[in-house]
């Protein structure tokens, strides 16, 4: 009991991963924990948009567990360019030390789980990105492009970066988000 | 896909509703979205303690959406005394109203494991009203009591709140919880 503990109280850490988007009406920036929440809601709100037969469960579950890699190796902007293969090392690093603490491998159906979403090639990991790239949209839809602006995001890096995954995994949520994607850009809501 | 985007955009605002506990080493208080994310994942864990057959899809579930009556009526600590009832009653016209947002009667399936939480009487609720008992309590006792010495909660009350529900859902967790709360009070870690 107590290896469990010990990873409960590790896992706490990923509340004070700070992302680049806020959540709306608050100044702060949102976190890593609340935003994995808010994912698998996402997706258990979608459901009927996925494809047949998609394990709602496994996505929830991928979803729950897929920033844990941050708390050692930190929340990086989508939109960064270069370093990637190193940061994916770091995360999986981070993984493999945080799960390791739970006991008699017990840990190993959750990074079973984690690099399901990272390989993103079953139905569930295509379904859960999706969600986890359609979210920070949402938000800045709806919060004038706050992190696009904030970090000088263009129009075109956002749908180069966000249609492909959102496409393949709920293709009916990006036939949505590619009209209000449009608007936004009229609306001038992208940084430079 | 309007009506699922606007209830997920709802569903944010359970970021803004802070609870009294705070996270290990940050000054800021918990919020009930990244609560809900953490005893997710804390029941994941103890899955291998819970009653033979809990399916652990529905209890997780039950927790990601248990607190989101919250967005309208707060959140009340749980030692608080009297008002349960009006309590109770505006949480459930909270997530009427928000669950309501959702097209064709999809929220019938939210509100239902909401219920389900609410009553307590099945294994998975009672699995995961033990994990949401038990994790304030896991952050209080690495936190030097913080929560229980700021609002003069003592050991007596704390037993007496959290030893049912949680010996009912994962007797031994309370078993863990019990030795380590009995150390806390000799390390004075309650209020009076």
Not at 29 to 49: K, Q, T
Not at 126 to 137: E, G, I, L, Q, W
């Amino acid at each position: 009991m107590q290896e469990i503990v010990d990873f409960i109280l590790e896992l706490d850490k990923l509340k004070g991963v700070t992302r680049k988007v806020r959540p709306l009406g608050l100044e702060r920036y949102e976190n890593s924990a609340e935003h994995s929440w808010h994912i698998a809601l996402l997706a258990a709100s979608l459901v009927r948009f996925a494809e047949p037969g998609v394990d709602l469960a496994r996505v929830v579950a991928m979803l729950l567990v897929h920033d844990i890699g941050e708390i050692d190796a930190g929340d990086v902007i989508f939109f960064a360019e270069g370093g990637k293969a190193e940061r994916q090392a770091a995360e999986r690093a981070a993984v493999e030390r945080i799960f390791g603490l739970l006991p008699d491998g017990q840990g190993a159906g959750f990074l079973a789980l984690w690099q399901e979403f990272e390989e993103g090639s079953t139905a569930e990991a295509r379904f859960a990105h999706a969600a986890d790239r359609a979210m920070p949209v949402l938000l800045n839809l709806n919060n004038h492009g706050q992190s696009w602006r904030e970090n000088g995001i263009s129009y075109e890096r956002v749908v180069a970066g966000v249609a492909p995954p959102i496409r393949a995994g709920c293709p009916a949520l990006w036939e949505y988000l590619a009209v209000r994607l449009e608007a936004a850009r009229e609306q001038g809501l992208f940084g430079a």
